[in-house]
């Protein structure tokens, strides 16, 4: 194993923005030009943790990430714990990772998933807006990709863009 840390290469590191998601931003983190690692499995390989980012990066958390997992994270791109830690579900939240949704008013304030969209929630409303959250595309009605594959802020089939489907989103009764 030392000899492994010995050869491992810090990464160039990304901030987390406001509310973002792992999925999210574990996507964002690859894409850097200086660290352009294809493949989900390539950060995770990098980290010395295997494939297990590429689960995280479709909100799979089930077994929970472990402090050793993250803290191999954390070492590789000089990013602290706790900020990989704030961009995990909340402990007592139950996760629901199908389908992605999405808060058109949210990503247009922040652009990027949120985890708190993700609440196993039958209402399914925005958190932050009385707004109800979108399952799929409005125009095309696919669904969303997984957040890591999230690149312009649009749909990946029609193009439409996530700031324009606010106006599709009903409005929702309950004030939370
Ligand atoms: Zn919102
Ligand atoms: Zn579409």
Partial sequence: MSQLDETLLRLGSVEPLEHESLSHYLGRLRRLKANSLPSAHALGQAAGIGGITARWEKLYFNPFPTEAELGAI????????GRLQEMLPNRGMTLQPRPIRLCGAC???????RMAWQHKDIAAVC??????LLERCPSCKKPFQIPALWTDGKCYHCEMRFTSMVKYQERSKKTS
């Fill in 74 to 81: 954390s070492r590789l791109i000089g990013l602290d714990t």
């Fill in 107 to 113: 990503y247009a304030e922040v652009p990027c998933h």
């Fill in 127 to 132: 958190p932050h807006h009385p707004l109800r």
